[in-house]
């Protein structure tokens, strides 16, 4: 019955490795979103996928692939993971893109990636 | 260019004192200001939104436009409220949110 669920919920790897985070939401939302928080707990959008189409991507290295299979799924690939990847990825979700006044962004519970 | 601002890391009060968690942006339109907040192992979640102006489990925010500041109160703090608090401005190109560094509040018995 979760809204927004993401896999795996731990993760731990070596430096160079590739990996994927899965992100499904049962919303019917439009929008979906990725966000990584690092160990100050800063927390910063990525991506965003409008309708499985790109629209935010916010100064990510390309090591960072994130992909929209459908509007229910948004997945991020990482290649040649660093150190300086560890963090907690969140996955989002809202209704639409364009403004709504009620409308929020919900937030799958995270995936805690540890590099090696 | 957005950005949000919360001065503190950590507040720590006792149980029964009122909390105030400050928080300034910093955008040249009509923003909309959010507080989200994050419970110990928990996700993240939508605490309140200036625009309801609701008060949430006994919180409440008033956007200030001249100060620029949507500051989080509650007269009187539960252990409970023990969490991560992040306030997050939404601008007016789409959904996408800019959020703070975030306020660990500790509710101390």
């Known amino acids: 019955d979760t809204a927004v669920s993401q896999t795996p919920k731990y993760l731990v790897t070596q430096m160079g490795n590739d990996k994927s985070i899965k992100c499904e939401q049962n919303?019917?939302?439009?929008?979906m979103y990725w966000y990584k928080q690092d160990s100050k707990k800063f927390l910063k959008i990525m991506f965003s996928?409008?309708?499985?189409?790109?629209?935010i991507n916010e100064t990510v290295p390309n090591r960072f692939s994130p992909k929209s299979p459908d509007k229910a799924h948004l997945n991020l690939h990482i290649n040649s993971l660093e150190l300086g990847d560890s963090a907690v990825y969140f996955c989002?979700?809202?209704?639409?893109?364009?403004?709504?006044?009620?409308?929020?962004?919900?937030f799958g519970p995270g995936t805690r990636l540890t590099v090696l | 260019a957005q950005r949000v601002t919360q001065p503190e890391k950590l507040l720590s009060v006792f149980k029964g004192a009122p909390v105030e968690l400050k928080c300034n942006y910093s955008?040249?339109?009509?923003?909309?200001l959010f507080w989200y907040v994050q419970y110990s192992r928990q996700r993240l979640q939508l605490l309140l939104r200036?625009?309801s102006r609701e008060s949430i489990k006994g919180f409440t925010a008033d956007l200030n436009k001249g100060e620029t500041s949507f500051h989080l109160k509650k007269p009187f703090a539960q252990e409970e409220d023990s969490a991560m608090y992040y306030c997050?401005?939404?601008?007016?190109?789409?959904?996408?949110?800019?959020f703070g560094a975030g306020t660990i509040l500790r509710v101390k018995s």
């Open positions: 989002a979700s809202s209704q639409y893109w364009t403004l709504t006044p009620l409308d929020t962004q919900y």
């Open positions: 919303l019917g939302h439009d929008t």
């Open positions: 996928y409008n309708n499985k189409e790109l629209i």
């Open positions: 955008y040249s339109g009509s923003p909309e």
């Open positions: 200036h625009i």
């Open positions: 997050a401005l939404r601008g007016e190109y789409g959904n996408k949110l800019v």
